[in-house]
């Protein structure tokens, strides 16, 4: 049964008084990848985007689908996150066949988003460093400042998908190359 016709049906939650019905806020929005999920809310819809909603007078967030999210909250664009998040897993699994180049300690690097990313192998496993300053001539004492992954990864590829994440929390970078003159 779809979400809609769940909504209108009053399956699940949706038939129960002790619920709020509107007034609820998206906290979070996750793809897992595939339908694996049964909507908290209608209680018959299998989803594969969850969107975690909380309301101030309900005791537990509620994992639900799109139209149950948007239902729950008015003015929540629930398709829009999942659209975000589509674009995110196809960027996400385009990194790995993308063109990397090779540094000169043999170790692969490229750029993303204009952070320049490198993958080296360590005696456990792979790691990855993310340059994010950029070398100033009118201030050549201040370095780029590299941010090195915590964790040790079991793969080259892990570790590339894990800076991929970093990156993409980073943001874009934005870049002022023009010096202030006295």
């Known amino acids: 049964m779809s979400e809609s016709n769940a909504i209108v049906n009053r399956r699940g939650k949706w038939s129960l008084k002790g619920v709020p019905h509107k007034g ?6 996750e793809d897992l990848g595939e339908p ?14 969850v969107h975690v909603m909380r309301h101030p007078d309900f005791e537990t967030e509620l994992r639900v689908g799109c139209v149950c999210a948007e239902h729950l909250s008015e003015g929540y664009v629930g398709k829009e996150n999942e659209r975000r998040l589509r674009n995110y897993a196809k ?7 993308r ?5 000169r300690s043999g170790n692969p690097k490229i750029e993303l988003n204009d952070y320049p990313i490198t993958i080296f192998e360590k005696v456990c496993g792979w790691k990855y ?25 079991k793969t080259k590829d892990d570790a590339k998908l894990a800076a991929f994440d970093h990156v993409m929390r980073l943001g874009p970078r934005y870049q002022n190359h023009t010096s202030k003159t006295q």
């Open 24 to 29: 609820w806020e998206c906290v979070d929005c």
């Open 91 to 97: 960027r996400r699994s385009r990194f790995l066949n």
């Open 36 to 49: 694996a999920q049964t909507c908290e809310m209608c209680e018959s819809t299998e989803i594969r985007y």
């Open 99 to 103: 063109k990397w180049k090779t540094s």
């Open 129 to 153: 460093v993310i340059t994010v300053g950029f070398f100033k001539p009118w201030a050549p004492d201040e370095s780029p400042e590299s941010i090195f992954s915590d964790r040790t990864f």
